[in-house]
T-cell receptor, first 116, second 116 residues
Framework: GAVVSQHPSWVICKSGTSVKIECRSL??????MFWYRQFPKQSLMLMAT?????????EQGVEKDKFLINHASLTLSTLTVTSAHPEDSSFYIC????????????FGPGTRLLVL | AQSVTQPDIHITVSEGASLELRCNYS??????LFWYVQSPGQGLQLLLK??????LVQGIKGFEAEFKRSQSSFNLRKPSVHWSDAAEYFC??????????????FGTGTRLKVLA
């Protein structure tokens, strides 16, 4: 149990376009979902925390208007990179925290974004 | 401030040799502690976690970790490494971390290379 999926796994887009990444908890309900960004050979940087039905909490330095997060249900959160630029190219990983219990986060497989 | 330190950026071991990956943390209370493994281009897989109780925890793939409060450490060990263990390993501390919202802090990661 505790499987998290992300879609798409790869996306290439032109500069100025918007890209939406989905994160789903497949076999459990997620109290909270998290979005991370990972640069090559570096650790994960938390971008924001989202709770179902409420606004996301963004980490310091993360642009809210650029990285739109929607947590529409207990199994789905989306990250939209608006007006993407080459510097937004990165590996984006989501995680989900199981409803009501564990302090453990379960991670998705990641989405690699390349902005041309 | 809360932090997680993984002193070794790279470790190389021979297949069959024992392994220890170090993790030190700074946190005001008893933390939730985790070890994750990441294969190239993939998300993170939970190896093991410590919340309370027995300070020696067993995980998947033959890994174990020991929580030592006096040393603020949570080192990961494996008695005999397999070639498939080559990956990036991340230690994480979980908690509200003074922010009021639950989150992780990750260490910088240790890249394990296994020699045949």
């Amino acid at each position: 149990g505790a499987v998290v999926s992300q879609h798409p796994s790869w996306v290439i887009c032109k500069s100025g376009t918007s890209v939406k990444i989905e994160c789903r908890s497949l076999d459990f309900q997620a109290t909270t979902m998290f979005w991370y960004r990972q640069f090559p050979k570096q650790s994960l940087m938390l971008m924001a925390t989202s709770n179902e039905g409420s606004k996301a909490t963004y980490e310091q330095g993360v642009e809210k208007d650029k990285f739109l997060i929607n947590h529409a249900s207990l199994t789905l959160s989306t990250l939209t990179v608006t007006s993407a630029h080459p510097e937004d190219s990165s590996f984006y990983i989501c995680s989900a925290r199981r409803w009501g219990t564990s302090e453990t986060q379960y991670f998705g497989p990641g989405t690699r974004l390349l902005v041309l | 401030a809360q932090s997680v330190t993984q002193p070794d950026i790279h470790i190389t071991v021979s297949e069959g040799a024992s392994l220890e990956l170090r993790c030190n943390y700074s946190y005001g209370a008893t933390p939730y502690l985790f070890w994750y493994v990441q294969s190239p281009g993939q998300g993170l897989q939970l190896l093991l976690k410590y919340f309370s109780g027995d300070t020696l925890v067993q995980g998947i793939k033959g890994f174990e970790a020991e929580f030592k409060r006096s040393q603020s450490s949570f080192n990961l060990r494996k008695p005999s490494v397999h070639w498939s263990d080559a990956a990036e390993y991340f230690c994480a501390v979980g908690g509200t971390l003074g922010s009021g919202t639950y989150k992780y802090i990750f260490g910088t990661g240790t890249r394990l290379k296994v020699l045949a």
